[in-house]
């Protein structure tokens, strides 16, 4: 303004001499200064509206959403300080001495140098000023839809408003109200001063203009800061913060933005498209929580966008079908795998959004996985699949790995359907000993009672933990079945190999599981009596006669007579002893 300062009070405009101008200078406001933040705050809302409302319209629901933030904004801060003026330069706006926006604040075209070029150099907001004059004034500034006014300058457009409120002073009053015609004297200091000379004579004057802790400004036109540590902690604290910021979900919502104010079909068609290689990135990526939002978002976009067709509406349709294809269950693997530590928030619940078809994938991710934590967040999810469609659970038994045949002999046993029990006991051959042992343990909780043969299978096993369990689940008495099943199991040489104990349970299993269909055998046993074995077929007597002593019906006291009778010494004494102890009911079984 070449050292020529105009102050606006009520609409009125004055003239200071330059000795009274204040220096205008780029110095940044104090951050503790709660009106000069409420002035930079005012100018970034009216910089961010004027932006949307040239781009989108003035209906449009972003464009009024940043309207309505910045007039509330207006209204409280002309309610606190009653006025709100600007002197206008080149490329700044001065607010009491401060430049409070410059050219690197600007969102779009700088809003200072477009009231400079138009000859606004100043501009004021008096207390009382309505929504109606901010939008005249905003009309003003970037000109009517329908270009009616394009040839006009803002000053004209706004005179056209006959605004009261708002109150610009121009660069033609300015020369019209300088008496003293100070603006067209030659000024030596300042930027019309001389040049220097030498390098040493710049050098000299910085010198002279010395001091430390504040800004300073070179004849140079070069602006100089010096930084505390206080504040290179909270600048790092800044970058730290912005740093952390997932990108991701800004760029969400800038889609989300586009979405909610664009109205041209083939732009929607192409915004939501987006979503389709987006999914697959979050899932290579491994990132979950992403992953709901943009599932949350699609279905939020026939809300959000009153411009949507019917095609749009399917096209979003199609997304949301394809983003919980079996498919794209492959893509987890990689994330998943590469770490144990991996991130697993929001990984159920994105999981959670597939349908029972996906049982198969989730089987085959589930064998591929490598960490015990991922597996059961995967079981987990195909529980909650398999509830209403257990069907493709139980085609999954035939798996070759172990841990995929445990996971879902878990998810069945919680089911509880006994149905089930069929098809598990075609696995009790399975290679693995840790998956038979699960399989009797599901048999065990699907088939309480009933037939034993199949448990009796369990009774050969090579695995001692899985041979105890099953004869511990005969001798309840809640399963029966033929001698003929026990029958291989019986036969002299893998019978009498067995430990002690073991062949004692065996026998206790036959007499819970068949009753008297085993006497017959055991009677023969009382008379088996020679030189060859004579101590192992004596044992395996004692055996018999324990076990016809606890079945206790007519057929076994038959059985111990006849041994009393048949047997040698040591058999005929102890079918002596069974027949006169007291009946089972009494003793310990």
Not at 159 to 165: D, E, G, H, I, R
Not at 390 to 395: D, I, V
Not at 486 to 491: A, D, G, H, I, K
Not at 531 to 540: I, P
Request: with cysteine; charged share 25%.
């Amino acid at each position: 303004m070449c050292g020529f300062v105009i102050v606006v009070h009520s609409g009125m405009s004055q003239a200071h001499s330059p000795a009274s101008a204040p220096s205008l200078t780029k110095t940044p406001p104090r951050e503790t200064d709660p009106e000069l933040l409420s002035v930079k705050q005012l100018l970034r809302s009216l910089d961010r509206m004027a932006k949307s409302t040239r781009t989108y319209g003035a209906t449009n629901a972003v464009a009024v959403k940043f309207f309505t933030q910045f007039y509330q904004e207006l209204g409280k801060h002309l309610e606190t300080y009653q006025t709100l003026g600007f002197l206008v330069q080149r490329s700044e706006l001065f607010y009491k001495d401060q430049c409070v926006y410059a050219t690197e604040e600007a969102l779009g075209e700088n809003l200072a140098f477009k009231l400079y070029s138009d000859g606004i150099r100043e501009l004021t907001f008096l207390d009382g000023t309505t929504e109606e004059d901010v939008r005249a004034f905003l009309d003003s500034l970037w000109g009517v839809t329908d270009g009616s006014d394009a040839d006009d300058d803002i000053v004209t457009r706004i005179w056209a408003k006959n605004l009261t409120t708002i109150i610009v002073v121009t660069a033609e009053e300015i020369v019209k109200s300088s008496v003293e015609s100070e603006l067209f004297k030659l000024h030596e200091q300042g930027y019309f001063g001389q040049a220097r000379t030498s390098l040493s004579d710049v050098m000299a004057r910085e010198k002279t203009q010395g001091g430390s802790g504040s800004p300073r400004q070179a004849t140079i036109g070069l602006v100089g800061y010096e930084v505390s540590d206080e504040d290179m902690q909270s600048l790092a604290a800044e970058i730290e913060a912005e740093s952390a910021t997932d990108h991701t979900l800004q760029v969400l919502e800038m889609v989300k933005a586009i979405l909610a104010s664009e109205t041209s079909p083939v732009l929607l068609t192409k915004a939501i498209g987006i979503f389709d290689g987006a999914v697959d990135v979050l899932l290579r990526a491994g990132n979950w929580t992403t992953l709901i939002e943009v599932s949350a978002l699609l279905r939020e976009i026939e809300a959000l966008s009153p411009a949507l067709t019917a095609a749009h509406k399917e096209q979003i349709k199609g997304l949301l079908a394809d983003s919980v294809k079996p498919d794209r269950l492959r893509f987890l693997e990689g994330p998943l795998n590469r770490s144990g530590d991996a991130p697993v928030d929001g990984l159920a619940d994105y999981l959670g959004q597939f349908s029972f078809e996906a049982i198969p994938a989730l089987c085959g991710l589930l064998g591929n996985l490598q960490h015990s934590e991922h597996r059961t967040i995967v079981t987990m999810a195909m529980a909650a699949l398999a509830r209403e469609h257990p069907e493709p659970l139980l085609r999954a038994l035939t798996d070759k790995r172990p841990h995929v045949v445990k996971a879902v002999l878990a998810i069945l046993v919680k089911l509880n359907e006994p149905r089930f029990a069929d098809a598990i006991e075609k696995l009790i051959r399975y290679p693995d000993a840790s998956v038979r042992r699960e399989i009797l343990r599901a048999l065990a909780q699907l088939r309480p009672n009933g037939s034993g043969a199949k448990l009796v299978t369990f009774v050969a096993d090579e695995d001692e933990l899985i041979r105890l369990n099953a004869l511990k689940l005969l001798t309840s008495g809640q399963y029966t079945c033929g001698f003929d099943v026990w029958e291989p199991l019986l036969q002299a040489d893998p019978f009498a190999a067995r430990p002690p104990a073991e062949r004692r349970a065996i026998f206790q299993a036959i007499r819970a599981s068949v009753g008297d269909g085993a006497v017959p055998f055991w009677r023969g046993l009382l008379a088996d009596w020679g030189w060859t074995g004579r101590q192992k077929k004596e044992d395996v007597a004692l055996l018999a006669i324990d076990a016809l002593g606890r079945l206790a019906t007519p057929a076994a006291q038959e059985a111990l007579q006849y041994g009393q009778r048949k047997g040698n010494a040591i058999v005929r004494q102890a079918c002596t002893t069974a027949l006169t102890a007291p009946p089972p009911r009494s003793r310990a079984v």
